[in-house]
Structures are given as structure tokens and as C-alpha cells.
């Protein structure tokens, strides 16, 4: 008999990709759905998929984690981003690996990313490899800006198949969220006493343009390996003016 397991997913108007990321984790006994207040169907989808849905205003990353990881109560947790789903070969790996009962703290699951028009392979963004199946209790959250990590707390493996990862319908939509982690990212700066300004934005943003397309094999992802080292290098910029930005508008 198989250890218990939840599907835990965060969202905020995720109505986009939510019903086919809970249909991939319908073999787990529970399914938990937190929510920060969306305004678009989102909690009705996640009811019809049979989740149990909490609405609590977003208070950040590490603690809407910390409070949904507290209404669990079965043996292992499968975190999932409302935008993401589970390949059925990863759902095998999975569900293959409750039922040996390994003495192990979680499994590291790889990500494909789909940007433009391709899964990304290069650029940084394959395999990916991130600690989303972990025994409760044996996890532990953090963030930087705008993201959000976990860490194991013991012994890991790897499992076979890729988390499916969908994070952007447009060009529109990435440059939004560019604006959100560029200001979450120069917060971040600020707190631990770095300096910004043109000159080191610039020589960050070539460098991050360097690593992407160049060190990362960006090129060989074609356009959208492109596209992707040019945002990168636009957030970056970004990031680093807005470090001193903070009292120099007009009236401020």
C-alpha cells in the first residue's frame, strides 16, 4: 500500500491551465487549493477538479506556503505552480515511488518550459530541476524577490518525466511580469545594501545576455532563445536602476 499523498497549488486567476494541472495530480488522495482572492473562475474550476479551496489574501511566497503546508496532513506533498502539470511518465515516477516507501526526503522533478513557440532545451531553463515531491515536514521555503525556492531537509533522488510548464501567453504578459520580478528583484538589492545605477545595470544586463545566449547555448533555442537573453537582459537593467530610483520622481 502506497504512502499518502496532496496536490498543493497556489493560485491567483489561474484559470488559464488550473483544470488540466489538477486533472494530472488526481491520483493523489487530497487535493488542497490556496487562493489569493482571483477574480476569475479559478476557485470554481479548482472545486469541479474536487479540491479543497482556501481563499486567503496573498501575504507572500514563504508564507502562503507555510500556511497551506499546515492544512496537510497526508505523508507527501506534490507541489505544483498553477501553470505547470505533470507528464504521465512523471505521474508514473511518482506514483511508482510512494509505493516503495523510500527513506528519502523528496525527489527532484525536472521542468520543460515552453516560450514562443518551442520547449525551451538550453538557455538555462532545461532540465531545471526543482524539489517538488517531498515528505511533510521535510521542506523547507524561501524567497528571493519575486521567487520562491524549496529546500530538502535530507536524503534526495530524481525522478523520471517533466513537470510541463506553460508561464507566459504573450510577449505582453512576459514584459508585465518582467516589470513585477525587476521591482521585486531591486527590493530585494536595496534590503542586503547593493548599489545600482546605469553603469552597473548595463554591465549586468550584457553579462546576463552573455550567460544566456552564448554560456547557456541560448542560440541553439533559435528565436526564441533570442527573445528570451533580450528580456533577460532588459529585466536585468531594470532591476539595477531601480535600486537608487526610490525619492527622485517628481513630486515624491
Sequence with gaps: MRETVTGLVLTYNGERLLEKCLQSLDFCDQLLVVDSASTDTTCEIAEKCGAKVIVRPWPGPVDQFKFALNEITTDWVVSLDQDEFLT??????????????????????????????????????????????????????????????????????????????????????????????????????????????????????????????LLKLGFLDGKAGFYNAIAGMYYTFQKYIRVEEKGKWGGR
Design 88 to 213: 504521465d511518465e512523471l505521474r508514473a515516477s511518482i506514483i511508482d515511488k510512494l509505493e516503495k516507501r523510500e527513506d528519502v526526503a523528496g525527489y527532484f522533478t525536472p521542468r520543460s518550459s515552453f516560450y514562443f513557440n518551442r520547449f525551451m532545451k538550453h538557455s538555462g531553463w532545461y532540465p531545471d530541476y526543482l524539489f517538488r515531491v517531498f515528505r511533510a515536514g521535510k521542506m523547507e521555503v524561501s524567497a528571493s524577490g519575486a521567487h520562491y525556492h524549496f529546500k530538502p531537509k535530507g536524503n534526495t533522488t530524481k525522478l523520471q518525466g517533466d513537470i510541463l510548464h506553460y508561464p507566459y501567453e504573450s510577449f505582453e504578459q512576459h514584459m508585465e511580469k518582467i516589470n513585477y520580478y525587476a521591482e521585486e528583484g531591486a527590493k530585494s538589492l536595496r534590503e542586503k545594501g547593493r548599489k545600482g545605477g546605469v553603469t552597473r545595470g548595463l554591465l549586468h544586463a550584457v553579462m546576463r545576455f552573455i550567460k544566456l545566449y
